[in-house]
T-cell receptor, first 112, second 114 residues
């Protein structure tokens, strides 16, 4: 069975600070990896995804994530956060068509 | 439509009542998913359709939960004899193709069982 662990439940940063949110998964085979974001009052939406190729993937709004296969990790980064990045962030993995497994999410609060 | 829509957005049910939650996926999307999200947790997979075929229902927590997508478009998640532990947000997502792994989520239905 696959599982996803997000290490930080709540992160508080000041504007312009750098962000790194941890995500580790457990599954021995080929996986597809995702970060989703949920802004206050909005739907879950895709931030970025990794299927194959370059392990450093870039998403919307200046976010990026690095897939490190040996560490089973897919950490999310942003060099300089903005107040508008305040949201909940979910890491997800799937290994086959259909079922995705999500982490429990990290709430990011950015202070202006 | 522009996105995945779900109705109702909020539902309060008394314990023991049956409820039906509706999902309208993005037009033309082949795959449809249901997830359950409890407070403070991530979405948990319930079931998956490819067109009208229910290919995976391994996440349905009990036989009180039933989902259908009879014409390969709109889907309904039905919960019979609701229990307090069924209180959660029920999310629907759709995906364009059989091999597409990116999912587009609806706003969810918040179910409260009293």
């Amino acid at each position: 069975a696959q599982s996803v662990s997000q290490h930080n439940h709540h992160v508080i940063l000041s504007e312009a600070a750098s962000l790194e949110l941890g995500c580790n998964y457990s599954y021995g085979g080929t996986v597809n990896l995702f970060w989703y974001v949920q802004y206050p009052g909005q739907h879950l939406q895709l931030l970025l995804k990794y299927f194959s190729g370059d392990p450093l993937v870039k998403g919307i709004k200046g976010f990026e994530a690095e897939f490190i296969k040996s560490k089973f990790s897919f950490n999310l980064r942003k060099p300089s956060v903005q107040w508008s990045d305040t949201a909940e962030y979910f890491c997800a993995v799937n290994s086959r068509i259909g079922k995705s497994t999500f982490g429990d999410g990290t709430t990011l609060t950015v202070k202006p | 439509g522009a996105g995945v829509s779900q109705s109702p957005r909020y539902k309060v049910a008394k314990r023991g009542q049956d409820v039906a939650l509706r999902c309208d996926p993005i037009s033309g999307h082949v795959s449809l998913f249901w997830y359950q999200q409890a407070l403070g947790q991530g979405p948990e997979f319930l079931t998956y359709f490819q067109n009208e075929a229910q290919l995976d229902k391994s996440g349905l927590p009990s036989d009180r939960f039933f989902a259908e997508r009879p014409e390969g478009s709109v889907s309904t998640l039905k919960i019979q004899r609701t229990q307090q532990e069924d209180s959660a947000v029920y999310l629907c997502a759709s995906s364009p193709g059989q091999s597409s792994y990116e999912q587009y989520f609806g706003p969810g239905t918040r179910l409260t069982v009293t």
